[in-house]
């Protein structure tokens, strides 16, 4: 019996292959497919590892790439000139690349101050600038208590001389009632006395209205002395902006010959005289009187440009009546105006010029 299902088994195993070498066969092509189908699985998974750290690499390259390129950007912009604020060539530098100081030019010649001296000379010229405002805020100060003192002062001088006044002619109409020559016969001594008494009383007032006087004179000198310093200041600046509006003023010939066009401009257009001219001392109104120039010249160009002839063969219309302007009744009326009104009639026609008149 088991020869029997040995043999049926054989059987059935030749039946499904041709031999005995075909199943051996069979059997090792299945094995070698399993272990390269595994191997090509072990491959990919290889692949997709390198994949991937390739990629990280391929990151961390360009990561180290922008690092160095911010790097280069930073190197670049980041300079000692930019750092401190100056330019690049003025710093000083020795053989080891150390600042040394900046380079500064003094009157034509070039040196190199070092940061301690800077920063020494900064805060010198820091506590100067810091005690001149001081003292010239004080001075302001102790210049308007000053100012109010001596307007207390002159007051007071003003009292005085009413009150010495005041005395001297009581004192005079005391003694005008006596009669000098009846008194000097009867009553020598009583004469004596009372002419004494009067030549006493006399000279002390005399004396105390000198006085006053004298205090009032030097007052007033004090105050005219005041007044013109203040106002050769006031000319020094105005002739300073002057020069900033018009800086080719700055030359004594082109100034003489720019104020007497505007002289000229302002006698023929408004009435101006030279003194009035001369006596102007702000300089806006220069500025004015030179923009009304302009535009005089330029309205005069405005009106030729565009004047046209008319044809022979057309005939005139007729003149029309001009009608006349409030610039032109003003201008009229400062041309004839006379003393005090003649500066205020000027005024009002320039700035009527000036608005479109």
């Known amino acids: 019996m088991p020869q029997t299902t040995i043999s049926e088994d054989t ?20 094995d070698e497919e399993a272990d390269t189908s595994g191997e090509l699985d072990d491959e990919e998974t290889l692949s997709d590892d390198s994949t991937d750290e390739e990629e990280v690499d391929d990151s961390e390259a360009e990561t180290d790439d922008d690092t160095e390129t911010v790097s280069e950007d930073e190197s670049e912009e980041a300079t000692w000139g930019g750092a401190l604020g100056v ?33 020494k000379d900064y805060q010198g010229n820091k506590s100067v600038t810091e005690k001149s405002q001081s003292l010239a805020t004080e001075r302001k100060a102790f210049d308007e208590a000053k100012e109010v003192v001596q307007k207390d002062y002159s007051s007071k001088l003003e009292n005085v001389e009413l009150i010495t006044n005041y005395l001297s002619n009581k004192l005079v109409s005391e003694f005008e009632g006596i009669n000098w020559d009846q008194l000097r016969v009867e009553n020598p001594a ?112 405005a009106t030729t440009k565009r ?20 610039l032109d009744k003003l201008t009229k009326a400062a041309k004839s105006a006379t003393g005090a009104n003649k500066r205020q009639a000027q005024t009002d026609a320039v700035a009527e010029l000036l608005i479109g008149g």
């Not at 902006?241 to 408004?270: C, H, K, V």
């Not at 057309?314 to 009608?323: M, Y």
Request: glycine residues 6%; hydrophobic residues 30%.
């Open 307 to 326: 004047k046209k002839k008319v044809p022979k063969f057309q005939k005139s219309a007729g003149k029309g009546v001009r009608k006349v302007s409030k």
């Open 87 to 119: 330019p690049e060539e003025t710093i000083a530098f020795n053989e080891e690349g150390d600042i040394v100081g900046v380079n500064v030019k003094v009157g034509g010649k070039t040196s190199t101050v070092s940061m301690g001296d800077l920063i």
């Open 11 to 30: 059987q059935t195993t030749t039946q499904a292959f041709d031999s005995p070498t075909d199943e051996i066969a069979s059997l090792l092509l299945g």
């Open 190 to 301: 009583e004469y004596a006395a009372a002419r004494q008494d009067y030549a006493s009383r006399a000279n002390e007032l005399k004396q105390a209205q000198d006085a006053v006087a004298q205090e009032k004179e030097q007052s007033s000198k004090e105050q005219t002395a005041k007044f013109e310093e203040r106002h050769n200041k006031y000319m020094l600046e105005q002739f300073d902006i002057l020069i900033q509006n018009n800086p080719l003023w700055a030359d004594e010939e082109t100034r003489s010959t720019g104020m007497t066009e505007l002289q000229t401009f302002t006698t023929n257009q408004y009435g101006y005289t030279e003194q009035d001219f001369k006596s102007v001392s702000d300089a806006r109104l220069i500025e004015m009187a030179k923009d009304a120039m302009a535009y005089r010249k330029g309205v005069k160009m």
